[in-house]
């Protein structure tokens, strides 16, 4: 897992570090006084609510990682015990990165293969698109697939990238934990039945989650859009 415990001990350190930033030292237990030191307060509360979330996260992704490797050793082991000839495999070490955008809407780790990400080529004008991750060259260095066949690919073209061109998708997992747009945020969301992302503005949301989007530039006035949570992305900047 080359480089995958670097990752999560930086994030833990980072959150650590947020904490000791937010301290509640300052927090007034008993009822505050004036409107400005309630928020406050609730200020102080809220962010460390939201790394307590991410630490938890972080974790379990570390303890899944960690049961597959044990099964994984497990399997290795009996074939060893069994004595067939040949079989040498060993536990291969899996890559893994992270996107350069941190939202505490979206994940941003660990990317993975088979990762769903949205990722933006370097031409000139171009948009935000759906693709699958194909290898994790290093933390922050990747290759990833657009499904979407052309003239000149009919399997998808892949593409050579950076975390810094690349926004991780939410699995179903992730989607749990997440906090909901607050309304009137500006987000990246896939527009129906494309596999492009567009910027957007969230008006609303759902109970099962789904955001009630204004696609920027959308020609119909008043015009409101659905889109899966999974397929809206905090606007990177």
Not at 216 to 233: H, P, S
Request: hydrophobic residues 30%.
């Amino acid at each position: 897992m080359e480089g995958y415990w670097d990752v999560v001990v930086s994030s833990l350190q980072d959150t650590c570090n947020a904490n000791e930033a937010n301290s509640f030292d300052p927090l007034e237990l008993a009822p505050a006084e004036g409107k400005d030191a309630k928020l406050q307060n609730r200020d102080i509360v809220v962010k460390h609510k939201e790394n307590l979330e991410k630490t938890k996260r972080i974790l379990d992704t570390a303890l899944i990682n960690v049961n597959g490797l044990l099964s994984q050793a497990k399997v290795t082991g009996n074939e060893a015990d069994d004595g067939s000839v040949g079989r040498r495999n060993k536990l291969k070490s899996q890559k893994f990165g992270r996107s350069y955008y941190q939202s505490p809407y979206n994940p941003s780790e660990p990317v993975v293969v088979g990762s769903e990400v949205a990722f933006k080529p370097k031409q000139k004008g171009a948009e935000w698109i759906q693709c699958e991750v194909l290898k994790v060259l290093n933390e922050i260095k990747f290759e990833v697939k657009d499904p979407e066949p052309d003239e000149n690919n009919p399997n998808g073209q892949i593409f050579k990238c950076t975390w810094k061109e690349i926004i991780l998708m939410p699995t179903a997992e992730d989607l749990v934990s997440l906090k909901n747009y607050p309304v009137g945020y500006r987000v990246l969301a896939r527009y129906p039945e494309t596999t492009t992302f567009y910027p957007a503005e969230v008006i609303g949301f759902k109970k099962d989650g789904t955001c009630r989007l204004k696609f920027e530039g959308e020609e119909e006035v008043g015009k409101e859009t659905e889109v899966e949570r999974k397929l809206v992305l905090p606007f990177p900047g």
